[in-house]
């Protein structure tokens, strides 16, 4: 039985720990800055709390952003020293490139491997335990970390060394500003026209223009409804990883960098917490 440490049980975190204490294959401890959410937790699933004593062979978190892994595994922080030589850390945290390469060369003193694995699928991926999740790091630690991924993804590609499963997540988010972008436009452009937005929906969906956006969102945007899980605070700070890997290799991104700009702006304009498909409200500001 593997012993496991789950760090950051929040939307995301929460039901992945509890696949894997459904597994009786593992041990699972859990930590939360905030301990009622772990004592919560501690409630619903078999497991334990964190403790120093504990001796862990793989630490899974799920937290905001780079400063919160940082401050979650540094060397001789409350964590990482309750790891057992040769143990690994998976980290579903979507977070800079940089960061992934940074975290992997300093556990690698320690002679702990890190994979940087962020997941696409959002909050019911996690709770139904299909998760997509890319992968970078050591080849050999991701094998033998099959199990604990195979308990909450139904899609797992390990994509090459550490940063890499970022850069992929940061491509899926270029894809999704595009693609919603568009969407938005063509939106305007049926609402402007005065047509049947549900005829043009039938008429092109099954067309090139198709896409999970227009299946999922279209009659929710147009109906103005909004609260559909990703919120546009975690896509500001993707979008920013994104563009900040992009400067790095000398260019910038112009529709996702446009797309950012309209989030920034959704946001001071009060639309806190709304998914990332309230970029239609931008638009509909120009018509
Ligand atoms: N939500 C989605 O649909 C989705 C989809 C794909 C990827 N992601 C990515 O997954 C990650 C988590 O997202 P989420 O939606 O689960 O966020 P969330 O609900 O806000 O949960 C964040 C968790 O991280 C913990 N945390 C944050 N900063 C911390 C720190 N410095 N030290 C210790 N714990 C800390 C929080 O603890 P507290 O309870 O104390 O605040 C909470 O448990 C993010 O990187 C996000 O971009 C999210």
Redesign the pocket.
């Known amino acids: 039985m593997k012993n496991l440490l789950f ?8 039901p992945i720990a509890g696949h894997l204490a459904a597994n009786t294959d593992f041990a699972v401890s859990v ?4 301990p009622g ?1 772990a004592e919560q937790w501690l409630k619903q699933y078999a497991g334990t709390a964190h403790s120093d004593s504990h001796r862990y062979d793989a630490i899974i ?5 780079d ?2 892994v940082r ?2 595994l540094s060397l001789d922080g409350q964590f990482v020293p309750c790891l057992k030589q040769g143990g690994v850390v998976i980290d ?4 800079s490139a940089e960061l992934a390469k940074a975290i992997s060369a300093a556990l690698a003193e320690r002679g702990v491997a890190y994979l940087d694995a ?6 019911a ?2 709770v139904n335990g299909k ?1 997509s999740c890319m992968v970078g790091g050591d080849k050999a630690a991701f094998e033998q970390s099959a199990d604990i991924f195979k308990a909450y993804c139904h899609n797992i590609v390990y994509i090459g060394a550490s940063g890499a499963g970022q850069i992929s ?1 940061m491509a899926n988010q270029l894809c999704i500003a595009g693609v919603l972008a568009g969407l938005s436009e063509a939106i305007c452009l049926i609402e402007k026209a005065g047509v049947d937005a549900d005829k043009v929906y039938q008429a092109i969906k099954g067309g090139a223009a198709q896409s999970w956006q227009l299946d999922n969102r279209f009659q929710t945007m147009m109906a103005g409804e909004f609260d559909f ?3 546009i605070e ?1 896509m500001i ?2 979008l920013n990883y994104a563009l900040a890997e992009t400067r790095h290799q000398g260019w910038t991104p112009p529709v996702a960098d446009k797309v950012l700009n309209d989030y920034r702006q959704l946001l001071a304009d009060g639309q806190s917490g709304q998914d990332t498909s309230v970029l239609v409200e931008k638009y509909r500001q120009l018509i």
């Open positions: 760090i950051g049980l929040g939307r995301m975190g929460s930590y939360n800055r905030t959410k978190l799920c937290v905001g952003n400063d919160d401050e979650n579903h945290t979507t977070t962020p997941v696409s699928g959002g909050e991926g996690a998760l997540k899980g990703f919120a975690h700070k993707d």
